[in-house]
Antibody, heavy 120, light 110 residues
């Protein structure tokens, strides 16, 4: 079955860029009518949608993060990635990658999540 | 401040029924499908309800969803201690052109 796995540094210094990759296994990232999202959750807080990408490369971002976020996709590697620039302690969170069916917010598949701490 | 508003907590006894509300507005809940997610401690969220009231395969019919206007509701009957979790509503916001979630509701089964 299809699975998602986040990877990347667990510690990022303030003002630097947070970079994470989500690897899709057990199926092709290009098959089906899906889009691929990043969602984060600070400790003890709720879910925050960061953005999404279609395999065509089309993206949408959370307006509150738009100036700092870039999501990209590499279909040859079955991966999509998140870059978040100029990070501060407020960006410390568990970051999830997730799959949703196009035209919905039905996130039917999630990665296990990865904790990223912003600290010097 | 979340775009969608949920009560911070709800509680009920085992075997009882509980409802969790999710309040939004025209650009989000009123004009888009709502999904609900269950998050057990230390785990990723799990899809419970999609398209307002549909259950994915494997989700028991104790869980139900409904929507009316700018609000949605998750219902859970026959509460079990294993239902203790955080529950989130989510939808698309056509004005923000972004996904949005509620702040989450912690369910305690007394």
């Amino acid at each position: 079955q299809v699975q998602l796995q986040e990877s990347g540094p667990g510690l990022v210094k303030p003002s630097q860029t947070l970079s994470l990759t989500c690897t899709v296994s057990g199926g092709s990232i290009s098959s089906g009518s899906y889009y691929w999202s990043w969602i984060r959750q600070p400790a003890g807080k709720g879910l925050e949608w960061i953005g999404r990408i279609f395999t065509s490369g089309s993206t949408n971002y959370n307006p509150s993060l738009k100036s700092r976020v870039t999501i990209s996709v590499d279909t040859s590697k079955n991966q999509f990635s998140l870059n978040l620039s100029s990070v501060t302690a407020a960006d410390t969170a568990v970051y999830y990658c997730a799959r949703a069916i196009t035209g919905t917010t039905k996130f039917d598949l999630w990665g296990q999540g990865t904790l990223v701490t912003v600290s010097s | 401040q979340s775009v969608l508003t949920q009560p911070p907590s709800v509680s009920a006894a085992p075997g009882q029924k509980v409802t969790i509300s999710c309040s939004g507005s025209s650009p989000n809940i009123e004009n888009n499908y709502v999904s609900w997610y269950q998050q057990l401690p230390g785990t990723a969220p799990k899809l419970l309800i999609y398209e307002n009231n549909k259950r994915p395969s494997g989700i028991p019919d104790r869980f139900s969803g409904s929507k009316s206007g700018t609000s949605a509701t998750l219902g859970i009957t026959g509460l079990q201690t294993g239902d203790e979790a955080d529950y989130y509503c989510g939808t698309w916001d056509s004005s923000l052109i972004a996904g949005v979630f509620g702040g989450g509701t912690k369910l305690t089964v007394l």
